[in-house]
């Protein structure tokens, strides 16, 4: 366990290669198993979550080597297709995991994810899913056991573009008889970047970032080198540090295309931001603005995962700024921390209205969850006075280093083991 200390006050100045993609490498590392050989993966960030993943990776029989941001993973000696409850239950996103396993072993056995501190989480429509791709799907004594005689395809419609369901759909449909769609399909970046991996390994699919995903099975798929896409929502969350603190950034390794929704809403706060073809440059201006609404939407509207640490933002901004959360039911523990900060915050419902305030205090706050805890540390760099953050473990699951990287720009930032 360990906590983060940060005496705010000190202007982010500075230049950050941005990490790979958490999101992405998650299901690119589910969908290794269905390679008849080892696959390499570069820009791997070093995360919990995918500590975790390499655990399932080993669990299952692969073979996982990692060497700084490179993992490989040799699938020939899998054996498993069950995932533990434990792990499930520390890392709810191996639910991605299911078609995988379903289609490489034609069974699999993983409990029910259950929800997270932002909601419950369902994943009916994952299951559906995979029901009108052929599986056998019972839930009983808080296990999913799935079976099937091989998959066939599918015309699919998502009633919501679920990132995770469209993954599962993809994972499971690109080893099987017959051509599978799916229609109302997640648009997330993360979409396109496991479609291009899986078509380096051999598939045939097309359309990942639109809504329509077009799956044409084939026999078998080969191990593939990849490189992760950059990290969209961490690199939102650098740009809001350096914002917050009136200072000024240049973000490297990063595909501004993928940010457009974010980069809208600084420029909208008054911030000065300038995209070259893989770097973001962002320069304060002045005081804040505050943003009539921010309205969190799936892609390619304004991303759930960069809700919270914007809220920091609008937090000294001049004006009222309402946020409103239609992605997940249970997204703003992040604001009784940030009120004891001396924010002025009020909730209701999926709403919450900002009024923007002189200052925030340094206070001893706790991160609940990955993205709000990030948004601690967002607050805490412009605070006045000291700000001990604990929950730091959250916060590990999606920021490599994220000290390091705050303190090489002049945050006066460290970690604590406790
Ligand atoms: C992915 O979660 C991301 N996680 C989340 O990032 C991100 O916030 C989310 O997509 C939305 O962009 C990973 O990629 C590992 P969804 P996922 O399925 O796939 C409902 C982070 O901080 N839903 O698009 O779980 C669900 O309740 C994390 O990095 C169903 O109702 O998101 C939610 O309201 C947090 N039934 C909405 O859809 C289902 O079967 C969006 O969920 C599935 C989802």
Avoid: W
Wanted: with cysteine.
């Amino acid at each position: 366990m360990s906590k983060l200390i940060i005496d705010g006050g000190q202007r982010i100045i500075g230049e950050i290669k941005v990490q790979g993609a958490k999101n992405a490498v998650l299901p690119i590392l589910a969908a290794t198993i269905l390679a008849d050989g080892e696959s390499v993966i570069h820009n791997c960030p070093k995360l919990r979550d995918v500590d975790k993943t390499d655990l399932v990776l080993e669990q299952l029989g692969c073979v996982v080597k990692r060497e700084d941001g490179t993992v490989s993973v040799n699938p020939c000696g899998l054996c498993g297709c069950q995932i533990c409850e434990e792990l499930m239950r520390q890392m709810r996103s191996s639910i991605i995991f299911l078609g995988a396993i379903v289609s490489r072993c034609r069974e699999a056995m993983v409990s029910m994810p259950g929800g997270c501190p932002i909601g419950l989480r369902p994943i009916d429509l994952h299951l559906k899913a995979l029901r009108e791709l052929g599986v056998e799907i019972s839930e009983k004594h808080g296990y999913i056991h799935c079976t099937s005689k091989g998959i066939h395809g599918a015309n699919i419609h998502l009633d919501f573009p679920s990132v995770g369901a469209t993954e599962n759909i993809m994972l499971a449909a690109v080893i099987s008889d017959g051509v599978t769609t799916v229609s109302n399909a997640a648009r997330e970046p993360e979409i396109v970047d496991l479609q291009n991996f899986l078509n380096s390994m051999g598939a045939k699919i097309t359309g990942a970032g639109g809504s329509f995903i077009r799956i044409e099975g084939v026999d078998k798929l080969h191990g593939s080198e990849y490189t992760i896409m950059p990290d969209r929502i961490v690199a939102a969350t650098y740009l809001a540090a350096a914002a917050i603190t009136g200072g000024e950034i240049l973000l490297s390794r990063v595909e501004p295309r993928d940010m457009r929704a974010i980069l809208h809403v600084l420029r909208e706060m008054g911030l000065e931001v300038k995209s070259g073809k893989n770097t973001i440059f962002l320069k304060s201006r002045g005081p804040l603005k505050s943003v009539h609404t921010v309205r969190t939407m799936p892609y390619p509207g304004f991303p759930t995962d960069i809700q919270s640490p914007f809220m920091s933002l609008a937090c000294l901004a001049r004006g009222t700024s309402v946020f409103v959360e239609t992605i997940f039911e249970n997204r703003f523990q992040h604001v009784d921390e940030l009120v004891r900060m001396g924010a002025d915050i009020k909730v209701e419902g999926r709403s919450a209205v900002v009024r923007g305030v002189e200052k925030l205090q340094g206070a001893n706050v706790v991160a609940r969850e990955l993205r709000g805890g990030a948004a601690l540390v967002v607050a805490a760099l412009a605070a006045e006075g000291r700000t001990v953050i604990s929950g730091t473990e959250y916060i590990d699951r999606g920021y490599e280093n994220i000290e390091k990287y705050l303190h090489s720009c002049g945050a006066d930032i460290r970690r604590v083991d406790i």
